[in-house]
């Protein structure tokens, strides 16, 4: 899975660098209150559950990504200021975390997971 969020990025292929729309896969909600949560972000920002941010591997910090729930339909943009899931949850098919306060515009809290497709906007 760590690879495939790589490539959502882009590819190098012989004719040039190919962009790849979007990745499908499972996204989970953290907050301050959750184990292991530090006070800090990978990029050093201070951890704000309410804010519009989410936590994935292989993408620059400060993309901005629109993370649409495929139950619901419903969408939300979040910037990249974090690094996760859980390496070990990325190989059974999570690929985002997102702050509480993104969860809750595309899924209900208590349904703790959603499937979602993940695109890449700036």
Not at 14 to 20: K, P
Not at 23 to 40: M, N, Q, R
């Amino acid at each position: 899975m760590l690879t495939i969020i790589s490539f959502l990025l882009a590819t190098n292929t012989s004719s040039g660098i190919t962009r790849y729309p979007y990745i499908e896969g499972t996204a989970s909600w953290y907050a301050d209150f959750s184990p292991g949560v530090l006070k800090t972000t990978a990029n050093m920002e201070t951890f704000e559950h309410e804010r519009l941010t989410c936590a994935m591997w292989n993408i620059p910090f400060g993309t901005k990504l629109e993370v649409q729930d495929l139950e619901t339909g419903r969408s939300v943009i979040v910037r990249v200021n974090d690094r996760g899931p859980a390496r070990r949850l990325c190989r059974k098919g999570r690929v985002i975390d997102l702050t509480m306060g993104a969860f809750q515009n595309i899924a209900d809290l208590d349904k703790g997971l959603t499937r979602v497709r993940v695109r890449i906007l700036e």
